[in-house]
């Protein structure tokens, strides 16, 4: 559907992923970093999904959020890490055309969402704050209605329009990409159809998925700031800023990396920090997910507990 055969009027079938470096020794050390990295994700993430579902205690609007970036997360690293690893493991890094559009259709499409989702987590600002400042309010205004159109938008805006832009794409050479997956301006600088349009399109796309929702966040942190201070007990005030520490550095590493790498000059000199950076908001970011709010999380504790003690029981 993204990329046919007939959307590509070139003769060129495949890409050569240079990825992160070219000796043998270090593709194998990379390749089990990697490895460990994405089942650590994987499991980490899957954990929390089963924990949410499992446990009715659990069913509360900042559970729902974590839930859902737990299964984009899973989605966003199996994107890229999979072909990465295979090319690692075989030392063939290439990826076929189609491949390559696909995968960067639902990178693009699950950035996207993370975006979306990260703003919606704006919900877990607003809740931290409607906790901490409105705690009657709170109830009433974080309903499971509101979480559930808050992730339906989140999934349903852009996708087409993505589709659209991105099947249109033509390739006739060269056919070396300096990275180790599919992203827009490998992409882009690969094309031998005219850009511009798309170019314009994610630029415009970048600035609305990017800056409200960072700035949504940031002013909802500064109000939770501020109440915080307010609070009169050390204890309380320690307790508060715990709670929303670990939202507030997922936001600043997924949006502070993915800024760098998108406003560095595209320069030969700068290629290789790109993708090292690049490598924080594609994979370091899913590992940290479930690292950050099940390790300081009491509730999450608790139910990995509950789990242990039926699975010990079972047995």
Do not use: W
Request: aromatic residues 12%; charged residues 10%; hydrophobic residues 50%.
């Amino acid at each position: 559907m993204l990329a046919s055969e007939k959307g590509n009027q070139s003769d060129i079938v495949e890409f050569i992923l240079l990825g992160l470096g070219d000796s043998v020794q270090l593709q194998f050390l990379l390749f089990l970093l990697f490895l460990l990295i994405y089942l650590v994700t994987i499991t980490g993430n899957l954990l929390i999904i089963a924990l949410v579902l499992a446990n009715p205690c659990l069913h509360t609007p900042m559970y729902f959020f974590l839930g859902n970036l737990s299964c984009l997360e899973t989605c966003y690293t199996s994107s890229i890490l999979p072909k990465m690893l295979s090319n690692l493991l075989t030392g063939k890094a290439t990826i076929t055309v189609s491949q390559c559009l696909a995968q960067y259709y639902f990178f693009g499409s699950f950035a996207t969402i993370e975006t979306y989702l990260l703003a919606a987590m704006t919900a877990i600002s607003y809740d931290r704050y409607l906790a901490i400042c409105r705690p009657f309010l709170y109830s009433l205004i974080m309903s499971r209605k509101l979480c559930v159109y808050l992730m339906a938008g989140s999934c349903m805006v852009f996708n087409a329009v993505l589709v659209a832009f991105v099947a249109q794409l033509s390739f006739c050479g060269p056919n070396v990409i300096d990275h180790y997956f599919c992203d827009l301006h490998p992409l882009t600088k690969m094309s031998c159809s005219d850009t511009t349009l798309f170019e314009l399109f994610a630029f415009c796309m970048t600035i609305i998925f990017t800056i409200p929702p960072f700035l949504l966040t940031l002013i909802s942190y500064i109000c939770i700031i501020v109440s915080i201070i307010k609070i009169n007990s050390t204890i309380g005030r320690q307790k508060a800023f715990s709670t929303c520490s670990s939202h507030l550095l997922v936001v600043c590493l997924f949006y502070g990396t993915s800024a760098i790498v998108y406003t560095l000059p595209d320069t030969s000199s700068l290629k290789r920090l790109n993708k090292i950076i690049s490598v924080f908001y594609t994979v370091v970011t899913p590992l940290l997910n479930p690292l950050i709010y099940s390790l300081r999380n009491k509730d999450i504790h608790k139910a990995i507990g509950r789990l242990f003690n039926k699975v010990l029981f079972l047995a």
